[in-house]
């Protein structure tokens, strides 16, 4: 049975965009890019909310990383060969292979995926990320924690939600960075 992991870049304070919307403090370095890289490797399938699926379909496009370094041109490769549903009640099209739009989020859909698939699932963006937290679908979560405090804005993390997790990995990089990798507790 395939994984579902959350994962997602976030301030000190818990977000993952500032109160203007703003990532820009979160744009991981080489060394945090080829470590994500690693752990994207193993992601069949991307589960996104409309507004994550904008952000996240730059990759899609050649001709704007044709010019990039090859840990960016890697990642492009990693996402591109993986499948995408995008949930949106509005998103008419999408402008990226392998990629098809569903309506609602419905979690007996995500659970026969999940027991269907080979390779793991990721959940992205934390809006979509929270209905598959309340689910009790997702069974591992990524955070990769920035030094820098934003006062609010998106966060990363569902309000409301009791989640027990055990921390499975962790590590520091040279940026600030710390990666904190928990699986969802069994108790």
Same mark, same amino acid.
């Given at each position: 049975? %395939?994984?579902?992991?959350?994962?997602?870049?976030?301030?000190?304070?818990?977000?993952?965009?500032?109160?203007?919307?703003?990532?820009?403090?979160?744009?991981?370095?080489?060394? #945090?890019?080829?470590?994500?890289?690693?752990?994207?490797?193993?992601?069949?399938?991307?589960?996104?909310?409309?507004?994550?699926?904008?952000?996240?379909?730059?990759?899609?496009?050649?001709?704007?990383?044709?010019?990039?370094?090859?840990?960016?041109?890697?990642?492009?490769?990693?996402?591109?060969?993986?499948?995408?549903?995008?949930? @949106?009640?509005?998103?008419?099209?999408?402008?990226?292979?392998?990629?098809?739009?569903?309506?609602?989020?419905?979690?007996?859909?995500?659970?026969?995926?999940? %027991?269907?698939?080979?390779?793991?699932? @990721?959940?992205?963006?934390?809006?979509?990320?929270?209905?598959?937290?309340?689910?009790?679908?997702?069974?591992?979560?990524?955070?990769?924690?920035?030094?820098?405090?934003?006062?609010?804005?998106?966060?990363?993390?569902?309000?409301?939600?009791?989640?027990?997790?055990?921390?499975?990995?962790?590590? @520091?990089?040279?940026?600030? #960075?710390?990666?904190?990798?928990?699986?969802?507790?069994?108790?």
């Amino acid at each position: 049975m %395939a994984k579902l992991i959350y994962s997602a870049i976030t301030s000190l304070d818990g977000y993952v965009a500032d109160e203007d919307g703003n990532f820009d403090w979160a744009e991981p370095d080489e060394e #945090v890019h080829r470590f994500v890289n690693d752990l994207e490797r193993r992601v069949g399938i991307y589960l996104y909310g409309r507004r994550m699926y904008g952000v996240m379909v730059a990759w899609e496009n050649p001709a704007t990383l044709a010019d990039q370094p090859p840990f960016i041109q890697d990642y492009a490769e990693i996402w591109q060969a993986a499948d995408k549903v995008v949930y @949106s009640k509005t998103l008419q099209t999408v402008s990226s292979a392998r990629t098809r739009i569903e309506r609602d989020f419905d979690p007996a859909a995500v659970r026969q995926m999940k %027991a269907k698939a080979g390779p793991d699932i @990721s959940v992205g963006g934390p809006a979509l990320a929270a209905q598959a937290i309340k689910a009790g679908l997702v069974d591992e979560c990524h955070l990769f924690v920035s030094p820098v405090v934003v006062g609010g804005g998106n966060p990363s993390l569902p309000n409301h939600v009791r989640w027990n997790l055990e921390l499975v990995d962790e590590r @520091s990089f040279p940026n600030g #960075v710390v990666y904190l990798h928990h699986r969802t507790a069994t108790r």
